[in-house]
């Protein structure tokens, strides 16, 4: 009997959920990794500047016997090279109940496995168990939530420094903190969900004060007890808040030092905490007054900005940054904030510092709920989206593999779905979801040609940006003069294509990027124009309607046109689908900094009274 259990579960089996490389420190310039599993391999990506990672959604499984070693490729001057390193599968903890990180060095390359707990006993296949193809399809989003529903955390900072207006800006919502309990008050057991973004819980801390020691065990203990919690209540990240003091004033009170001496130490555990220097837009202003009028002479504008920012920067090293990293070292990250829509930017960095380490310390899950709770960085909304596509849909298209004998508006819907949940727009009416917005998509998809000739005339201008390209057309339809027009009609008549069978060709898959890519960069428009505000009818018209007259629509399908002509059906891997999907993304992708540029161009959305599709 003993033995018969052990043929139907693998408990010694070895769970990889994702790998991060770090070639930042190494002379080799690592062109691309992959990771080989016995007689099989996995691509790993690369992140930013020279880093590289990789989630794999279902986990790796590697049983005993198997190999296991990475493979990188180093681009030198005149030649390519490779080579492999391998893993002693004897050094790699097998606890089946929790995340787990196992770190190798090698030639100064840092490489980090984070092995999943076993929370999938894999059981023999059954005579007559349902076949993948019998079942509804499901959203990946859907798996995400349910292991990770929202993002948790943790805000630390005294009355006055300015979390509310952070919390508000970051997470798109009204009067977060104030309304959780009266100020200069702070129950850290409070478990506050915005009903205007139910994607993150916060808890609130009131900062250190001088000799007040209660505190900081009050949010060690908090912290110690949600790390025992499963992902769900875990917390995920603290924010550690200061006002940038004047010259001379102190940064760290004894209580923030015995805090962070606590983080250096290791005993918060792996928390990622950020601090957050708060009220940048008036240390910049104090700076400003404090320069010398003969010095800006002659200067420009910009040149103006230029020399007051480096002189904050400087300023900011010697009061703020240095005490800092003096005092917690440099594994205490930190970002300079305010929460002004002209320095979103500010903003954007903090999330993206966030996320980085969330995705490091805790949990990939987690790392996607913080971008899909975050509500100023476009960016980040189209990153989550890549790594929620290609766990399991995005790198299926070319194989058929998802969506084999299935209905093509079926399979569109899980695609949608996922697409729309990662960008967590304020929609309490569903808009974003609706048949109408859908059929919409799908009909702008049809209408642009998927599949014709490319048409020149919706060719972009050679060095025309994406900003360029929308700027213009967005002053134009958002005045509130009359209804939005739109070319593309949303009603129950949905193109004919999107009834059939999924059957692999050529059109099919120009379709699917088309849909993906199409349905993106509306959002990130969306983004722009609905600045955290409940959606509209007419706001959801006048993204689409931009998208749809700027030239980015046709250049857009042009290039994909242009990839259904380069390779024949056999060639078209689904690597390469994945690949192109992301390179089109990217290339059209908005930074915060622009939507800031943006944002002053064009005049408010009113999306009251609202207007029929």
Known sequence: MANHIHTLTAPCAIHISGISIDFSLSEKNVESAEARIGKSSRPIDHNAGKTMRQTFYPPIKISLGDTFSLRLRYKKRFRKSHEDIHFDLDEIPRRPDARQEYRKSHDNIKIVVILAGNTIIEHVEQPGSTSDTTLELQPTTDEIVQICPRFRILVIGKTGVGKSSLINRAFGVHEAIASTH??????????????????????????????????????????????????????????????????????????????????????????????????????????????????????????????????????????????????????????????????????????????????KHVAAEASVMTSMAQRVDPGLKIKASIEVGKRRYWKALASCAAFQDRRTSDCLHVLHTDIVRVWNFHDPHGYLGSHEFRTMVVNMVDKLDVGSPTNPDRTMAAGLSTVGAVAGILAVLAGPAAPIVLPIVASVVIAKWAYDVYKLSGVVLQRFIAYIVDLTLVLQILHLVSDGQELSRRVIKLAVAAYYKSPISGDVHNRIQEYGRTLTLLERADRDTLRKIIELMELYRIDAKEISDVRAQIPTVDSIPDEPW
């Open 182 to 359: 009266k100020p200069g008050e702070a129950d850290i057991d409070h478990e506050f969900i915005s009903p205007q973004n139910d994607r993150f819980v916060l808890h609130d801390s009131k900062g250190f004060e001088p000799g007040d020691e209660g505190n900081v065990n009050i949010v060690q203990g908090f912290i110690e007890r949600r790390r025992e919690m499963s992902l769900e209540d875990q917390l995920h990240a603290v924010w550690l808040c200061f006002e940038i003091p004047r010259a001379g004033g102190r940064l760290l009170e004894t209580g923030t030092e015995e805090f962070l001496a606590l983080k250096r130490s290791g005993k918060l555990g792996n928390i990622p905490v950020v601090v957050v220097f708060t009220k940048y837009d008036r240390f910049i202003n104090r700076v400003n007054r404090t320069l010398n009028e003969s010095s800006l002479v002659g200067l420009s504008s910009n040149a103006v900005k230029e020399l007051i920012k480096n002189k904050a920067d400087a300023e900011l090293k010697e009061i703020c940054i240095g005490p800092l990293e003096k005092f917690a070292g440099l594994d205490v990250p930190h970002a300079t904030v305010s929460t002004n829509k002209e320095h979103a930017e500010t903003l954007a960095r903090l999330i993206q510092i966030t996320e980085e380490r969330v995705y």
